[in-house]
């Protein structure tokens, strides 16, 4: 679904349909948003959390027995996922 900025101003309702379907916000013909199911939003800033922090646990693992700043790998990958 695609909307003018104006066309969402006026007609809120439309936001029901966000649960079917991502809504592409445009202004003055050319899209600059978009609105998506908050359950969705969540599982794509996951997935990209997930991804980051995968790659940094691949570059320490790949450091061996280097100097981790006094923290063993284990240590350093439970802090990465509590935050």
């Not at 439309?14 to 998506?36: C, S, W």
């Not at 922090?53 to 981790?68: F, N, Q, R, T």
Request: avoid cysteine; charged fraction near 35%.
């Amino acid at each position: 679904m695609t909307l003018t900025a104006t066309q969402l101003k006026q007609q809120t309702y439309l936001m029901d349909n966000v649960k079917k379907e991502d809504i592409v916000i445009t202004k003055r013909d050319r899209p600059f948003a978009v609105i998506i199911d908050i359950d969705r939003y969540h599982k794509l800033i996951g997935n990209n959390r997930n991804d980051s922090i995968k790659k940094k646990l691949k570059a320490l693992d790949s450091l061996g027995s280097y100097s981790l700043g006094g923290k063993n790998i284990d240590k350093i990958k439970e802090e990465m996922y509590e935050n």
